[in-house]
């Protein structure tokens, strides 16, 4: 697509279920990251995938998040038995391999946990 | 470890004023550097980026920075504020060739008064 699209873009979940957050990158690119943004915060770095290499997993901050990206394209990152402090705009961006013309962000999910 | 530091949390300029917003960052060597902005409810807009050669880049929407290896700087400048220019500025830093994942600042918040 012309541009990295998110989905929902809001959500609101109750604490201790599961949600998944979809993002549908740019085509051709092959870099897809995760990010998680908590109000008045910078961005953390959560996850990326780089082509067929192994995922980067090094920023999820628990064993309750994961994510994966089907066929190269689509990625999925799912927070499992959510919690307060999981409240926060989860953005996805994606870029080419040699990050030439830098990342494209999507506009991101809101997700709030009540 | 790289990291970028974004001294000043909330800064208040009148429009048509000039604005300065600093950056400094750490990194062993010369890094991939960027600037990007971002409106309420919305994704980060890329305005500029650094790889090498010229140290002062020209961006989207008259804005510029400037890149100082002896102050490891990056200040993102514009000689005439809009009022649409209001929004959050989140300076970030890569490894050059290489899509890794970007390092971002805490992100500065710019408010322009009519």
């Known amino acids: 697509g012309a541009g990295v699209s998110q989905s929902p873009s809001n959500k609101v979940t109750e604490k201790g279920k599961d949600v998944e957050l979809r993002c549908d990158p740019i085509s051709g690119h092959t870099a897809l990251y995760w990010y998680r943004q908590s109000l008045g915060q910078g961005l953390e770095f959560l996850i990326y995938?780089?082509?067929?290499?192994?995922?980067?997993k090094s920023g999820l901050p628990s064993d309750r998040f994961s994510a994966e990206r089907t066929g190269g394209s689509v990625s999925t990152l799912t927070i499992q038995r959510t919690q307060q402090e999981d409240s926060a705009v989860y953005l996805c961006?994606?870029?080419?391999?040699?990050?030439?013309?830098?990342?494209?962000f999507g506009s991101g999910t809101r997700l709030t946990v009540v | 470890a790289q990291s970028v530091t974004q001294p000043d949390i909330h800064i208040t300029v009148s429009e048509g004023a000039s604005l300065e917003l600093r950056c400094n960052y750490s990194?062993?060597?010369?890094?991939?550097l960027f600037w990007y902005v971002q409106s309420p409810g919305q994704g980060l807009q890329l305005l500029l980026k650094y790889f090498s050669g010229d140290t002062l880049v020209q961006g989207i929407k008259g804005f510029e920075a400037e890149f100082k290896r002896s102050q490891s700087s990056f200040n993102l400048r514009k000689p005439s504020v809009h009022w649409s220019d209001a929004a959050e500025y989140f300076c970030?830093?890569?490894?050059?060739?290489?899509?890794?994942?970007?390092?971002f600042g805490s992100g500065t918040q710019l408010t322009v008064l009519p």
């Open positions: 990194y062993g060597a010369t890094p991939y």
């Open positions: 995938f780089q082509g067929n290499s192994a995922p980067d």
């Open positions: 961006a994606s870029s080419p391999a040699n990050r030439g013309s830098g990342y494209t």
């Open positions: 970030a830093v890569g490894d050059p060739g290489s899509a890794r994942q970007l390092t």
